[in-house]
């Protein structure tokens, strides 16, 4: 079973060998660009027909950044790192933005 805690620190570190400013759910004051925020977004329990338990973990990562191929770039790095965990997560979704703080990459993964 995946413990949450420990799946989110994993995620945080992996995060954090592509860029070195990552924040949970809010970026900090004065952060210069480029940087990621993450946050888990879903959770539930699954069942199997034997009866075991599991648990189904979601997390979105925003990448914000000063030029759209910075950011395209950092996504596919983030992409990589991710799918190198001991986890196996998969990317469910993807979205891109244009916003007055810079070019917003929303990649969404599930553990």
Known sequence: ???????????YDVLREVTKCVFPLVATEGCNLPFIVF???NMSETNTKDGASGLDVSF?????????????QIADNV?????????????????????????????????
């Open 79 to 111: 992409r990589y790192e991710l799918h190198r965990m001991d986890e196996q997560p998969y990317l469910t979704g993807a979205s891109e933005e244009y916003t007055t703080d810079g070019y917003l990459q929303t990649l969404n993964f599930s553990f």
């Open 39 to 41: 946050e888990r977004s």
């Open 60 to 72: 979105t990562v925003r990448i914000v950044s000063a030029t759209y191929f910075e950011g395209l």
């Open 1 to 11: 079973m995946i413990e949450i805690t420990k799946l989110t620190e994993r995620v």
